[in-house]
């Protein structure tokens, strides 16, 4: 028998297992993500070559028409890009989650000694990080096509706070729509119905002053808009509140903090009770 | 003093909705010793094992793995056992060793031991050379080696392993059982699911035949082969003509002989050495040419068609998890 070529097995000695922290044990996900992204680099497409197309288009092909308060449509569209972008780090959660849920590799994870919420943290770490490389690919070719930070630094930082406490709420989002979804298709058939037109729906790529009375309050109350408000004006974009503009814009960066928590209080619950059910049967 | 069993169910029950999955299945495991969990497709393997590793919740009882409640203490069972589940688990875009080290660093392993065990891993199951290469490239007979390499990672006293071989080549097969053997011999207790006669017969001290999420017998493969019935003796002629008569000569000698065309083969029950060589001088002294003679002990799918009334593979209530018959190439 073949069983003469083989060499005896013997693992020399049991290793020590060590308890490991909830961040270590989510570090080591992240990386298994970033490695993820190292093999396929075309997964940063959605956050780098998608956004910047945006931006071109919108600039250059559709923007001549578009009238802004500040007079420049393309720093104007920025942060409004922006904005998308970290509302599309659901979308990035989503997909990943739904794929390792269906691979099987979550049930290793969870024969492991690790802590239950170690998957959702790294992956929510991951599409943080994720999206944060499309914030700053969107910085650059900002500044580039005539974006600027207008404003001092502590309010520069302030906005790029608010836009990850944006992404933190989209990932409860994410986390919710991938486990309960039964396939990536189903995911990107939800995602793509309901968030571009909500990205659209919204002061992200023209004002909403230009818009028919009850549509302009619909887009005005959108999270996304008192978000992107506050990026432009905390960045010195705009001068402020357009006229007429719905209070939720006229008091942008505390709604906007308001929408995030209110979002990632929602959507938490409902996340953590998907991934449950899909992982205990 | 009595040691504690490696593993043990007690009263195990699972109900998805109204089906009952697993029915009240208890069995003990004791410490070095290798289990096989016998079924046909969607006998409950799978959600027996489940529950085990703290994978399923049960509906109502309960099991321990190394002495550790799978449902009080999860996580001292989820540091006492590997699994191998019936699905590979391992990331496909990681490479061999990449796999390795996240699980390693996951159960917190000093970078030394981890390298050493990766190392020592990969050679163990053939998969040095493909270490560094992504598992999207590897066969399905490598990618089910490493899925079990990663199960091994922290040398687990207690390893559950979900149908081990499906989709592996012979050879493959042949290696694994006897990684599986030495694991057994250097103190690892092993509970493997088959649907392979042969398997159970092979590698376990104690066979649990499940059917129907009930265990309608347990034993040794010897005990299971005897109770269920006699040997039986089996007479190969070598022409398809001779038949009738050397069918006429043996029940001159023996009763109840079965006449099987297609074979040129006749059967006769038999109940030891004696009955062969009587049978043998019988033919040696007549003119029918015959190809084989042969004492032929029940297999374990004899067993199976006594206990159940039906063939172990083909069970038509097979849950739709085909089975991976696709065989690896092997350099
Ligand atoms: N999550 C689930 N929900 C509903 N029914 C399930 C679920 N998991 C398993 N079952 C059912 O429970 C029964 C036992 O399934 P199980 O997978 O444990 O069988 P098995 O012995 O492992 O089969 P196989 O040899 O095909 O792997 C089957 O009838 C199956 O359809
Ligand atoms: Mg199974």
Known sequence: MTTTAIPDFT?????????TSLWTQSLVLVRRNLTHIKRQPEMLMDVTIQPVMFVLLFAFVFGGSIQTANGN????LLPGIMGQTMTFASFVVAIGLNNDLQKGIIDRFRSLPISPSAVLV??????????????VVMALTGLIVGWRIRNGVGDAVLAF?????????????????????RSVEAVNGVMFTTMFPIT?????FAPTESMGSWLRTIAEWNPISALVQSLRELWGNVPGPAPGASWPLRHAVPVSIGWSILLAAIFAPLAMRAYRRRTTD | MPTTPAIEAINLVKRFGDKVAVDDVSFVVPQGSVLGLLGPNGAGKTTIVRMMTTLSIPTSGTARVAGHDVIREPDAVRRSMGLTGQAATVDELLTGQENLRMIGRLYGLSSRDMKRIADELLQRFSLTDAADKVVKDYSGGMRRRLDLAVSLVAVPPV????EPTTGLDPRSRLELWDVLRQLVRDGTTLLLTTQYLEEADRLADEIVVIDHGKVIAAGTALQLKDSSGQAALVVTVSHADDLPSAAELLR???SDVHVDESARQLTAPATGLSDMTRIASVFEGSTIEIDDLGLKRPSLDDVFLALTGHRAEADDTAAGTATDDSTEVSA
Request: hydrophobic letters at 55%.
């Open chain 2, 159 to 162: 390893l559950f392993l979900d």
């Open chain 1, 200 to 204: 659209f729906l919204a002061n992200t």
């Open chain 1, 161 to 181: 706070a608010l836009l990850l406490l944006f992404g933190f709420a989209m990932i409860w989002l994410g986390i919710w729509v991938g486990s309960a979804m």
């Open chain 1, 11 to 19: 693992i020399s000695a049991r290793p020590q297992i060590h308890p």
């Open chain 1, 73 to 76: 449509y393309r720093e104007w």
């Open chain 2, 252 to 254: 001159s000698h023996v």
């Open chain 1, 122 to 135: 790294g992956r929510s770490l991951a599409g943080l990080l994720h999206s944060s490389i499309g914030v």
